[in-house]
Each structure stands twice: as structure tokens, then as C-alpha cells.
């Protein structure tokens, strides 16, 4: 049995798992995931038998008596081929850290693990009927930009860089008009900036028709993972939501929006081992 464990934000959990889960599924390995056992109740995975509260405490308490021993990939400099040598080696192990990296695995399994992380019917149901209705009074064909607003953390980590302004993705967001003149495009915003509004980016970028359902973490993940294009900072969040149905990605690694060319839009293959 392989415990996964790790310490972060929702979609670098599911990422993180997902590895040591393919490489699970390659070795015949039940792999379990301390993580959801408790936290982000809105996925599939929470309705295995596995996935449950008391293994979480029995893995985390062996782990922390020394009872269970514990292959950790806390830095990308770790050795990597030792640490999977020593996972083939116990029976019962926990796998811990951020740089676990089976990437070739994952998308052996990638079908799977999209299955395994498919979000609960109560709350991709409404975002559903919302975008449909938001939808139906159009004369051309409707083109979906999902646009992930990361602020928050974002004012600190990388210094600061991809910590954008409204202006900043107004640009993005007229630019892709642009490209696509012969469409309807409605624009789906996703943020945690609570000050985000829709009426300031309908301003801004009037040639398109902006929506932001201010929705919960699995309900925006969703939203955005029934859009046709995405585009945002570097993040895991708008990656899984790429994940799910290969939506062509933009990563605004810069504030120039003259770097977003049809050409620059890329599906998850790329951008998951490009992670920042």
C-alpha cells in the first residue's frame, strides 16, 4: 500500500497524486491519497473505499512513529531513482513531496486519473445550465475563453511576476477577440480576487461578452474545463482544468499580450512538464 501525502493547494494535490497513482497502477500498487482523504470533497476519488479519514490518520501516525517508512521528493535535486527504488523495495510506503515526477506514467494513465478526479454532479449541474442560459440568445457560433484572475498569493511568490492587473488580461482578452472576429465569444472568468467584477472587464474588453459566476473552487475548475480555450498565469489550477478535455492552454508568462499566437496555445502534454 503507498500512501501519497503532501502539503499545498487543491490542484497540486491532485497533481502530486496522480503521479505516484500512475506509478502505482504500472507496479500493481494500491496507492491512497492522504490528502483527499479529508480535504476537497467534491471529487470521485472520495467515494472509493480506499479514501477514507481512518487510513489518513493510520498512515499519518505510522509515518510520524517511524512505523512505516517514507520516500520523500521534497526537492528537484533529490535523487529520484533512488527513491523509486526504495518504493519497489517496501510493501507499505509513504510518498511524499512535490517533485514526484512519473510523467510518461501519467499520461499512460491519464484517463483514469481524469475519471478518478471527476467533479461531483451537484456542482457541475448548475455551472452547466448557467453557461447554456448565458448562451442562447446568439446569432453565431459561441466561442468559450476560460481566463483564470490569479491574485492573492500571487503578490508574493515568483516575486511577484505573474501578479496581473485587470489592463493586463483586458489585453489577452481583446487580443483573442481579435483572432476569432467570426465568433460569438463569451469570456469566463475565474478568480479569487473577491474585487474582480464583471461590469470593469465588460468595459474593458467590449467586443466580447464577460461572465464571472463567482463560483466555489470545483465550481469554477469545472467552468473552466468546459471552455474551448483557456488562458492565465502559470498555475496548477488552470492546467487541470486543461487536463480534463485537452483544452488548448495559454500560459501568460508575461504581461505582453503580442506573445499570444494561435500557435501559442498548447494542449496538457506540453504545459505539464513545463510546470513553473
Known amino acids: 500500500m503507498i500512501f501519497a501525502r503532501d502539503k499545498s493547494q487543491m490542484c497540486n494535490n491532485l497533481l502530486q497524486y496522480a503521479h505516484v497513482y500512475a506509478w502505482g497502477r504500472e507496479h500493481g500498487r494500491k496507492v491512497i491519497s492522504m490528502r483527499f482523504s479529508y480535504k476537497y470533497p467534491y471529487f470521485k476519488i472520495r467515494h472509493t473505499p480506499l479514501t477514507s479519514f481512518p487510513l489518513y490518520l493510520l498512515a499519518k501516525y505510522a509515518a510520524a512513529l517511524h512505523l512505516l517508512p517514507t520516500a520523500s521528493f521534497k526537492y528537484a535535486t533529490c535523487d529520484h531513482e533512488a527513491l523509486e527504488r526504495k518504493m519497489l523495495r517496501h510493501r507499505h510506503i509513504v510518498v511524499s513531496g512535490w517533485h514526484v515526477r512519473f510523467y510518461s506514467l501519467f499520461l499512460k494513465y491519464r484517463q483514469d486519473i481524469c475519471n478518478l478526479f471527476t467533479i461531483d454532479d451537484k456542482y457541475t449541474r448548475p455551472v452547466r445550465q448557467k453557461m447554456l442560459d448565458l448562451e442562447q440568445k446568439t446569432g453565431k457560433t459561441v466561442l468559450r475563453l476560460g481566463v483564470h484572475i490569479r491574485r492573492g498569493d500571487y503578490s508574493e511568490w515568483a516575486g511577484g511576476r505573474y501578479y496581473y492587473q485587470d489592463d493586463v488580461y483586458a489585453l489577452y482578452i481583446n487580443k483573442f477577440s481579435e483572432m476569432h472576429r467570426d465568433k460569438d465569444v463569451h469570456v469566463y472568468l475565474s478568480t ?85
Request: aromatic content about 12%; charged content about 25%.
Open 192 to 276: 479569487n480576487d473577491a474585487e474582480v467584477t464583471e461590469e470593469r472587464f465588460q468595459m474593458l474588453c467590449p467586443d466580447v461578452r464577460i461572465h464571472h459566476l463567482r463560483g466555489s473552487a470545483p465550481e469554477d475548475l469545472f467552468m473552466l474545463s468546459a471552455c474551448d480555450y483557456l488562458i492565465g498565469p502559470p498555475s496548477t489550477f488552470s492546467l487541470v482544468a486543461a487536463m480534463y478535455r485537452d483544452i488548448p492552454l495559454f500560459r501568460m508568462d508575461t504581461a505582453n499580450a503580442d506573445s499570444m499566437t494561435a500557435d501559442a496555445f498548447r494542449l496538457f502534454d506540453y504545459w505539464f512538464r513545463r510546470i513553473i
